[in-house]
Each structure stands twice: as structure tokens, then as C-alpha cells.
């Protein structure tokens, strides 16, 4: 059998309007998992991204988000593929073995998608420690976030025309009946904070950037003021909430 890194692969979806976020994205990742044993593959339109450790994959005319992965899975040989997106700023180290033992259990049992990241925590018990089981009931079982995929059972789920949004939530119906396996970990082996929201730069990301002395090109996209404040107004009304609650 061959090993799990030559099975495996990373593919970040990307379009050619985020081509500013390339750099900062590939800064943290190569920074954070230097030893990534992986094969990574960066999803483009027309242009490319010079770095001896990235593949580009240039498909073209921009299409739905579902098309653009499918052409680009058509050029890759890896039966799984953890599945990145080019805003997602890696926070923390890797752990390159625990991810590989994570890769090995995933292909060896089977495994339809295994969450990384985990967006919520799993339901049901599974008896790998770390893992639990995502029943077929749960929310997002089908994710955007960093998901480990088995690529036959990811291209069944993906339907032509689809956008992201679509794929997680009419893929995740279409989950419901499968009987395939979705698991996920329960803390995040892949730790990152997403660069963007609708197109906009998210502060926490800037913030990170900039700690990390990454930098990033606010002319092209803009900063999302709206989410910041949002979230600063929620924490605020949650802090009362305690306070009241307490008196």
C-alpha cells in the first residue's frame, strides 16, 4: 500500500479575484506545518502562485463553486484530500503525525469525511479517542472548513451548479440516507482563523496578520467592519446578561 502521504493531498480552493490573500494564506501554512508531507494543489482561474512547494491548478473561467472543484479534482491522482479554502490563517503548529495517523484511520476504515476543524462538536461516541461520530441528523455534516475527504464519496455528494452554500447544506441533506461514516475531531487538529467574510477582510484575521508580521492587502477587498462590531456588541450583551444574573 502506498504511504498516506501519496494518497493524500491538500487542495485549497481559491479563484483568481483572491489572489492578494495566496501569499499571506501560504506564509502561515508553510510557517505553522513545515513538514507537511503533502502534495498541495491551489485552485486558480488563469493565474499561478510561484512556490516550489504549490501546484496550481488554473481551470479557467470562473464557474460555480462545485464545477471548479470537480475540473480540479480531475487533475489530481490522490484518493483523499484534505480540503482547504485561501483564507483559512493558520493559528497554531501542526502536528504532521497526528494528522497522518488521523489520514491512515480514515482511509483504512473507509471514513467519508473526517472534520478537522471541528465547526460543531460530534454527537455520538466513536471509539478512536480524540474522534466522534457525526449522526445523520447533525447540521454542516457535509462542511467548507478543513475536511479530510474521501474524493469518490466527496464527487458523489457534489452536484454540478452548486455553490459552496448549496453543497453544505443540500450536500449535507443528501447525507441523510447514505449510511456513509462522517466523523470529526473534537479539538481542532488544523487550528486557523478565516481571513474573510462576503469578500470583506475579518479583523481577527488582520489582527493575526499582523502579529505575525504577514502582510495583507487591504485595497482589494475592504475590512468587514459590520462583523466586528456585531461581535463586539453580542459580547457585550452576553457580559450584562451575566452580570444580571448575578446580582
Known amino acids: 500500500m502506498l504511504s498516506s502521504s501519496n494518497q493524500c493531498a491538500i487542495v485549497v480552493s481559491s479563484f483568481d479575484g483572491f489572489a492578494d490573500i495566496w501569499e499571506p494564506f501560504f506564509t502561515l501554512l508553510f510557517r505553522y506545518w513545515p513538514d507537511c508531507p503533502y502534495h498541495i494543489y491551489l485552485i486558480s ?37 484534505i480540503y482547504m479554502q485561501e483564507d483559512f490563517f493558520l493559528t497554531k503548529p501542526v502536528d504532521s503525525l497526528v494528522v497522518q495517523r488521523i489520514v491512515e484511520h480514515a482511509i483504512k ?19 478512536e479517542p480524540g474522534l466522534g461520530m457525526m449522526s445523520s441528523q447533525m447540521d454542516y455534516r457535509v462542511s467548507l472548513q478543513a475536511v479530510l475527504w474521501d474524493v469518490r464519496k466527496l464527487k458523489a455528494l457534489m452536484r454540478k451548479g452548486e455553490s459552496g452554500w448549496d453543497m453544505e447544506i443540500q450536500g449535507t441533506e443528501r447525507t441523510r440516507q447514505s449510511g456513509e461514516i462522517f466523523l470529526s475531531v473534537k479539538e481542532a487538529i488544523i487550528d486557523y482563523v478565516e481571513g474573510t467574510t462576503k ?27 459590520d ?7 453580542d459580547r457585550f450583551r452576553k457580559s450584562v446578561k451575566r452580570l444580571i444574573g448575578l446580582s
Open 45 to 81: 482561474n488563469f493565474k499561478r502562485f510561484d512556490h516550489p512547494r504549490v501546484t496550481t491548478l488554473p481551470i479557467g473561467e470562473d464557474g460555480k463553486w462545485a464545477n471548479n472543484l470537480f475540473a480540479a479534482l480531475e487533475r489530481i491522482s490522490a484518493t483523499h484530500i
Open 109 to 127: 476504515n473507509n471514513i467519508a469525511a473526517m472534520h478537522l476543524f471541528p465547526g460543531s462538536s460530534p454527537d455520538l461516541p466513536y471509539h
Open 199 to 225: 469578500g470583506k477582510w475579518n479583523i481577527a484575521a488582520l489582527w493575526h496578520c499582523w502579529k505575525e508580521s504577514v502582510r495583507c492587502d487591504l485595497k482589494a477587498h475592504g475590512v468587514n467592519y
Open 227 to 233: 462583523r466586528f462590531f456585531r461581535a463586539q456588541h
